[in-house]
């Protein structure tokens, strides 16, 4: 469940990022200003927008990999469990062998 949140929550800020992107180019375009200042405008707006994706990509990275850790851990503490499990059953298996070898 947490890691939905999680997804929704990027999901979200990627989603308010481009339609920051888009109503600030929109109000650009439609601002009376002469081309160089709109063009130094889009300009410097881009580098913000560069700058804000990349720290959400930054972001991104990090929970990805924060999830892939956890994975991992859990990933080796089921292979350990089973491994151990394997071993008892063999124990096991061995113990009723001799058993039934001696009766």
Known sequence: MAQEDRGIGVGLGIGLLAGAAIGIGLGLLFAPKEGAALRRDIARRARELQDEAIDQFEHAREAADKLAARGK??????????????NEARRSAAAAADDGQRA
């Open 73 to 86: 851990d859990v990933a080796d503490r089921a292979r350990a469990a089973v491994t151990t499990g394997l």
